[in-house]
C-alpha cells in the first residue's frame, strides 16, 4: 500500500495535499440528509437568504471535517491506518459555500511508540483546509494510530 508507516513520518513535516475538490450543493444535501441533519442553514436556501448573515446555505461543518481528513488519506494513511484514536481542537474559522474549492495540507507535529503494540505507534497530525482564495476553513488535530513497517 502507497500510506506512510510510523517510521516514515518526520515531525515538522508539511505535506500540501495536491487533491482538491469542488463542493457541491448535492454534496452539502446529501450529507445533510444522510445524517439527519435539518439544520436550515445547510439545506433551506430561502432561510439563509432571508433570515441569515451569509444570504445562501453554507456546507455542513462535519462534511468539511470529513473532506479535510479524507483528502490527506492518499498521502499519508492509505493502507498503513489501524485507527483513528481521536480529533482535538477542531475549528472552523469560516464558512465553505456551494462552489468552493477545498485543498488541504497536513503538518506532523508528533509520534510515539504504542505501549500496547509493538507494531504500531501514533502520529499527531494538524490538518487545515482552505478555500480557493486562501481562507482557512477547518482545522483539527489527529490522532492516528499507524502500523509500523513489516519486520
Known amino acids: 500500500m502507497p500510506g506512510l508507516h510510523f517510521e516514515d ?5 508539511t505535506y500540501r495535499h495536491e487533491l482538491r475538490r469542488t463542493v457541491t450543493e ?3 444535501m446529501l450529507f445533510s ?4 441533519n435539518p439544520q436550515p442553514l445547510h439545506i433551506d436556501r430561502h432561510f439563509c437568504e432571508t433570515e441569515t448573515e451569509w444570504g445562501e446555505p453554507i456546507v455542513n461543518s462535519l462534511f468539511t471535517l470529513g473532506l479535510m481528513i479524507g483528502i490527506s488519506v492518499n498521502d499519508l494513511t492509505i493502507g498503513t491506518t489501524i ?8 475549528k472552523f474559522p469560516n464558512p465553505v459555500f456551494h462552489g468552493d474549492t477545498v485543498n488541504v495540507t ?7 511508540e504504542s505501549r500496547s503494540r509493538p507494531d504500531a505507534g501514533i502520529v499527531e497530525i494538524v490538518h487545515r483546509a482552505y478555500k480557493q482564495d486562501g481562507k482557512l476553513v477547518a482545522e483539527c488535530t ?4 499507524m502500523r509500523k513497517r513489516p519486520v
Open 9 to 13: 513520518f518526520e515531525i515538522g513535516k
Open 26 to 28: 448535492m454534496d452539502n
Open 33 to 36: 440528509n444522510m445524517t439527519l
Open 83 to 90: 485507527a483513528n484514536l481521536g480529533m482535538t481542537d477542531v
Open 106 to 112: 497536513s503538518e506532523i507535529i508528533g509520534k510515539r
Open 142 to 145: 489527529r490522532q492516528a494510530f
